[in-house]
């Protein structure tokens, strides 16, 4: 590929988060007059990749080209210069201004002098020219606009050209809130858009759409690049394949799938888990399993009105936001959901709270000569594993995990893997939501969701990253 | 959008409420002095509202803003009148400070209550130390400006309608205030564009240094003299109009000419209640009273939208 023509040119680029390796030596050109398909599963780097290329994280090694020169001091405001635009996955307008003013807002080179009315003129034309025979008024609030409106304002903005002309644009996921006639009107400006020679990089988990577009496909997988070729070689089944890992044997332990009583299930009856069973829920991340947990939490523990009863716990899996109390010792953060058995008169006992938080530490291994030690005194993982004591020492039977194992390291993995195990043959039924692809492997059953619903469910030997892939990337819009 | 009209009318409709009771129970209130009367005090609190309007856009929580403006009273009972120049100087400093105290907030990723609350010690400290007792005398261009009797209208509602324009422009208007409302809705998205979060919270603090000042500066004008305690009570009625104006406290969701007219309200409670002649004891209790009815009628009219989306 010439990469003197590139409209930006990412050479050897690595980029790392602690021990995780987002991206490991990545090369990305980018042509003008390219619609590049970017797919990977959870972790394989996307994202990391985006965000390299609008300015908003740096490298750690490796170099920028922008129209063949090199770019030291790569900036979100150098990324705009340069006329590289992205579209996030989550949406992020502001809700309280209007469409005009979030113009404003993404477009520092709007003037000064009668903004408002350029702005509105400029919006509704691009708008119209996005999404022919839409039915927004610019003066709402973005606040007031349905999801799919917000998403079609976002886009429009994002193709908009004041001052400086539009190169590059990344839409990441564009058509996930966009019903199927909007998407299409969206997906043939973009080749309109290509064809006048700007750049696109696509990415979707829309197999079909993201073939139908992309003039190339790139595919990561673990922050490297695996694949980098046209896209006419591809189909969906071998797209699927070039994402999984090819090597890897099945590395299974035995599964007991023994069909005993219901321990807990979602009251409409989509999803349910067995006595002693460990459950998945797999898919893309963002895709309704959190929400999913929330709901089983909820529907099966009484609300603040009715007396706490203990069939439930809940393994938090973002630490810092609704896990870790941090102001508090290892010891206090354990025994939290303890507290009811551990109050004598009113009191807590904190001989047997002292007394479990030994058995705890030694249990499951936390490293710490002191738990009186603060939380904080500890690492990610060893906090990881306080909030795993926490709910494995209540009394629960069925104890729910929302992507727990998030930045913790391998051994503690381990760790954690053997304690659930150990669990589970006790009688312990878990609901584990994980984006990664080993963790759901030692599950029993696993359900794979996709927009929002379950889009598959697979047990025992059928619990295989391909068949997990295929289900969570759809093969044609809805 | 029906009910969304009837919450942005809400302040009006509250303060005419509470308008026409006072012109019911004291007729001679409906006359040029009267209503000079009525609302004079409002101007000062009018600007403080303004000021705590554009912190609380950003999210953030001025618990300084009586302290300031009691210490600006201080300074234009003093410094201002007697050498104007050196007046402006510490002025023009107290807002640069404050501007760095917006600074500090978002670099150091303190909690701007904390940060204020911190601040407003020191502002009281500094008052105490100009004026260790009431005095002072305002600058003859401020009496002048507070006393003044235009045509037709009392100063008092030309000022308000004056302020309520201006930050209205500056806010709602022009790009300055899209971008520090913005920090307020979304800061990531602001962020993103490109823009220097440092620098529109900066900015957002200056501006709300400046109104303080105006504030001080006419209080002084109307009471002819200081005193450090002259305007303790306004860091609390200055949030409690902007929340009975129609503003929120996170999200960026402000409204300038609602923030006004909760001011004006507020005001207008205290004397409401010595028509009735009840002793104005019970003023903070009927302001927190108005408060509540307000609130209460906002949560109901969000919750006949909500049904109506469903």
Same mark, same amino acid.
């Given at each position: 590929m010439p990469s003197e023509k590139s409209v930006i040119a990412l050479d050897g680029a690595r980029k790392h988060f602690g021990a995780v390796r987002a991206l490991d030596g990545v090369d990305f050109h980018v042509a003008p007059g390219e619609c590049i398909g970017l797919v990977g599963h959870n972790g394989a780097g996307k994202s990391t990749l985006v965000n390299i290329l609008n300015g908003g994280l740096s490298l750690d090694e490796g170099t920028i080209r922008i129209s063949g020169e090199p770019v030291d001091a790569y900036s979100v405001s150098r990324a705009r210069q340069a006329g590289v635009r992205c579209v996030f996955q989550e949406l992020s307008l502001c809700p309280n201004l209007t469409i005009v003013e979030n113009v404003r807002i993404a477009h520092r080179d709007l003037g000064r002098s009668a903004w408002r009315k350029n702005a509105e003129t400029l919006i509704r034309d691009q708008l119209g020219k996005v999404f022919p025979g839409h039915t927004i008024r610019t003066s709402e609030l973005v606040g007031n606009l349905s999801i799919a409106e917000r998403q079609m304002v976002e886009i429009a903005i994002a193709f908009l050209e004041i001052s400086n002309p539009v190169k590059l644009v990344i839409l990441d996921e564009p058509t996930s809130s966009l019903d199927a006639v909007l998407a299409n009107k969206m997906l043939a400006y973009v080749r309109q858009f290509v064809a006048e020679g700007g750049a696109v990089v696509f990415i979707?988990?829309?197999?079909?759409?993201?073939?139908?577009?992309?003039?190339?496909?790139?595919?990561?997988?673990?922050? &490297?690049?695996? !694949?980098? =070729?046209?896209?006419? &070689?591809?189909? !969906?089944? =071998?797209?699927?394949?070039?994402?999984?890992?090819?090597?890897?044997?099945?590395?299974?332990?035995?599964?007991?799938?023994?069909?005993g009583e219901v321990a807990i299930a979602l009251r409409n009856g989509s999803l349910q888990a067995h006595r002693g069973e460990i459950v998945g829920l797999a898919g893309l991340s963002g895709h309704g399993q959190t929400d999913a947990l929330v709901r089983l939490y909820l529907e099966n523990t009484g609300d603040w009105r009715s007396h706490r009863n203990n069939q439930v716990a809940f393994v938090a899996g973002d630490r810092s936001v609704d896990g870790v109390l941090p102001l508090w010792s290892i010891l206090r953060n354990m025994s939290l959901t303890l507290l009811p058995d551990l109050t004598r008169r009113f009191f807590v006992d904190v001989a047997r709270e002292r007394e479990l938080g030994k058995l705890w530490r030694e249990r499951i291994a936390i490293r710490t000569d002191d738990m009186q030690n603060d939380i904080l005194s500890l690492s990610g993982g060893n906090q990881q594993k306080v909030l795993f004591a926490r709910a494995l020492a209540s009394p629960a039977p069925v104890v729910l995990m929302d992507d727990p194992m998030r930045g913790v390291d391998v051994g503690t993995k381990q760790d954690v893997y053997s304690m659930l195990r150990e669990e589970a043959g006790k009688g312990r039924t878990f609901i584990w939501y994980s984006t990664e692809m080993d963790e759901v492997r030692q599950c029993d059953r696993v359900y794979v969701f996709s927009e929002g619903a379950i889009a598959a469910e697979f047990a025992g030997e059928d619990v295989t990253e391909e068949n997990i892939i295929r289900a969570s990337f759809k093969e044609a819009a809805a | 959008m029906t009910s969304d009209r009837l919450r942005q009318l809400l302040p009006a409709f509250s303060l005419a409420v509470l308008l026409i009771s006072v012109f019911y129970i004291q007729p001679r209130t409906m006359s040029y002095l009267g209503l000079n009367l009525l609302f004079n005090l409002a101007v000062p609190i009018a600007l403080a509202t303004i000021a705590q309007m554009l912190i609380i856009a950003v999210n953030d929580l001025d618990l300084s803003m009586g302290a300031f403006v009691s210490f600006v009273a201080c300074v234009a009972a003093t410094y201002l009148r007697d050498t104007p120049l050196l007046g402006v100087l510490i002025l023009a400093g107290a807002i640069g400070v404050y501007a760095l105290v917006g600074i500090l907030i978002y670099v150091r990723n303190l909690p701007a209550i904390v940060v204020t609350l911190g601040m407003s010690f020191v502002w009281g400290g500094l008052a105490v130390l100009i004026l260790p007792s009431p005095g002072g005398a305002a600058p003859d261009w401020a009496r002048w400006l507070m006393k003044t009797k235009p045509p037709g209208i009392p100063m008092a509602i030309v000022a308000s309608i004056l302020i309520a324009g201006i930050a209205h422009f500056l806010v709602m208007r022009s790009s300055f205030g899209v971008v520090i409302r913005g920090v307020g809705g979304n800061e990531r998205s602001v962020e993103r564009a490109g823009w220097s979060i440092l620098w529109v919270r900066a900015a957002a603090y200056a501006s709300a240094g400046f109104f303080a000042v105006l504030a001080g500066i006419l209080l002084v004008g109307l009471t002819t003299a200081a005193d450090a305690n002259i305007a303790l009570r306004y860091t609390l009625l200055s949030i409690a109009g902007v929340i009975l104006g129609g503003g929120e406290f996170t999200g960026g969701r402000v409204s300038p000419i609602g923030a006004v007219i909760g001011a004006l309200t507020l005001t207008l409670a205290g004397s409401f209640l010595s028509f009735l002649r009840i002793s104005s004891d019970w003023q903070i209790g009927a302001q927190g009273a108005i408060l509540i009815i307000v609130l209460a009628l906002r949560v109901l009219l969000n919750r006949s939208k909500q049904g109506a989306g469903d």
């Open positions: 979707s988990h829309i197999l079909d759409e993201v073939l139908e577009i992309a003039d190339r496909i790139f595919v990561m997988k673990d922050g &490297k690049a695996v !694949v980098d =070729s046209t896209a006419s &070689k591809f189909d !969906v089944a =071998s797209l699927v394949q070039a994402m999984g890992s090819v090597v890897r044997e099945n590395e299974r332990r035995d599964t007991t799938t023994n069909a | -």
